[in-house]
């Protein structure tokens, strides 16, 4: 039996995700291209979606995403949290390195859960909020490599860094796939060597259990 939807919402909500996926936003002209509609039915769309703050339109004319998606996840942010924190906690421990959940946030890697070690004579305090270019860290790298693999997996599945922080330290992540609507990363970050034919596939692991609980 077929399930029934809105057209109008699926609409909208292709227009939202249209525009999220451009660097530069998009005109309503090309908005009704890449949908494939007419553009009085994108243009209506357009003003509806801008009264209510989920995109605003530039002098120019192009479309980008409105602050009130910025608050909506805000919101998502704790949940986030609360899911990916026992898997985190597991892992630094496992591992006696400094355990964290990365979020994409416009260009930057945004350090968004960050779990010390509760038995370790020397880590790395990696600040909650921290924040760093994607290619900065493994854990941004490892968002990265997701986009250019375009849903094929990565062998292997992680992503090494060195020179992480302002001590130099070692990093290694795995990027979170398959959860839609997230681009983050779960990785580790020490001031030693890390060993990745062990630590690996704990974060890799790490990142099942959490991509499990937020499907």
Known sequence: MAVETSQTLDRGLRILEAIGESADGLTV?????TMGIG???VYRLVV?????????????GRCRLGFALLAMGRQIQPLVRDVAMPALRLLADA????????????GDALAAVVVEPTRSDLHVAYR?????????????????AARTAAGRPLDPPWVVATGEGPVGGYGL?????????????????SLRELNEAE?????????????????
Do not use: K, M, Y
Request: hydrophobic residues 50%; positive net charge.
């Open 29 to 33: 002209t090309e908005l009704a291209q």
């Open 39 to 41: 553009r009085t039915v």
């Open 48 to 60: 509806t979606l801008e009264q209510h703050g989920f995109l605003r339109r530039a002098a120019d």
């Open 95 to 106: 591992v006696s390195a400094t355990a964290h959940l990365t979020i994409v946030d416009g």
């Open 128 to 144: 909650l909020g921290a924040r760093q270019p994607l290619h900065a860290n493994a854990g941004g790298r490892a968002v990265l």
């Open 173 to 189: 992540a795995v990027p979170i796939t398959g959860v839609s609507g997230l681009e983050a990363s779960v990785g580790v970050v």
């Open 199 to 215: 630590v690996g596939p704990r974060v890799a692991r790490a990142v099942a259990d959490i991509t499990r609980a937020l499907r």
